[in-house]
Nanobody
Framework: QVELVESGGDSVQPGGSLRLSCQAS???????MGWFRQAPGKEREGVAA???????NYADSVKGRFTISKDTAKNVLYLQMNNLEPEDTGMYYC????????????????????WGQGTQVTVSS
């Protein structure tokens, strides 16, 4: 069993930055982790993930602006978000699943084994 707890969401102006954190606990062997988001009225989408080779993959909409990283010793996943846009507004979720180890995050957005409760990001002037 894996528990995921997100933090770091906030309200910021366009162009601002935020860093989200996802603290994982439990047995994380065999799963990889990623970030997802869901805007009101829209389906959940994959944002960024780290695969089984420790390579990062991103949605096209966030490439060059978001950076995913992890602290393996602390079992924490981060998402540094820079140059935020109103379109980045949504609930951000941390997810963990074995398929994220070999499948791009944009192709694995449902039926994950583990989800966090989410943290809200609002980008507005």
């Amino acid at each position: 069993q894996v528990e995921l707890v997100e933090s770091g969401g906030d309200s910021v102006q366009p162009g601002g930055s935020l860093r989200l954190s996802c603290q994982a606990s439990g047995n994380t062997n065999g799963v990889c982790m990623g970030w997802f988001r869901q805007a009101p009225g829209k389906e959940r989408e994959g944002v960024a993930a780290i695969d089984g080779y420790d390579d990062s993959n991103y949605a096209d909409s966030v490439k060059g602006r978001f950076t995913i990283s992890k602290d393996t010793a602390k079992n924490v996943l981060y998402l540094q978000m820079n140059n935020l846009e109103p379109e980045d507004t949504g609930m951000y979720y941390c997810g963990a699943d074995g398929e994220l180890c070999f499948r791009p995050v944009v192709h694995k957005t449902t039926d994950l084994a583990y989800w966090g409760q989410g943290t809200q990001v609002t980008v507005s002037s």
